[in-house]
Nanobody
């Protein structure tokens, strides 16, 4: 059974930091590109950051470049999103996504709420 479990969300003041984690099980982690998406109320889900299965390639939404960093630990089957200099507009539910590089399989986590407010 495939599971993606996000953690690390919460309430933080503007300018603060959070680190999200997404622990996976039931997949061969090294064969999956990993991404973080977010969805704010009333808005569509958007890609925040992505990383190739090898970790050699990353991409970021323009709105988070220079503030967010995606990383992965293939030994722990976990992907992270370090979020610094948080803004109120970063408030959303953040979702982890795993997409196989050798098939069409893709999986989503259940999401973790990030609220940036004073």
């Amino acid at each position: 059974q495939v599971q993606l479990v996000e953690s690390g969300g919460g309430l933080v003041q503007p300018g603060g930091s959070l680190r999200l984690s997404c622990a996976t099980s039931g997949v061969t982690f090294r064969n999956y590109a990993m991404s973080w998406y977010r969805q704010a109320p009333g808005k569509e889900r958007e890609l925040v950051a992505g990383m190739s299965n090898t970790g050699g390639t990353t991409n970021y939404a323009d709105s988070v470049k220079g503030r967010f960093t995606i990383s992965r630990d293939n030994a722990r089957n976990t992907v992270y999103l370090q979020m610094n200099s948080l803004k109120s507009e970063d408030t959303a539910v953040y979702y982890c996504n795993a997409h196989s590089v050798i098939s069409s399989w893709a999986y989503w986590g259940q999401g973790t709420q990030v609220t940036v407010s004073s």
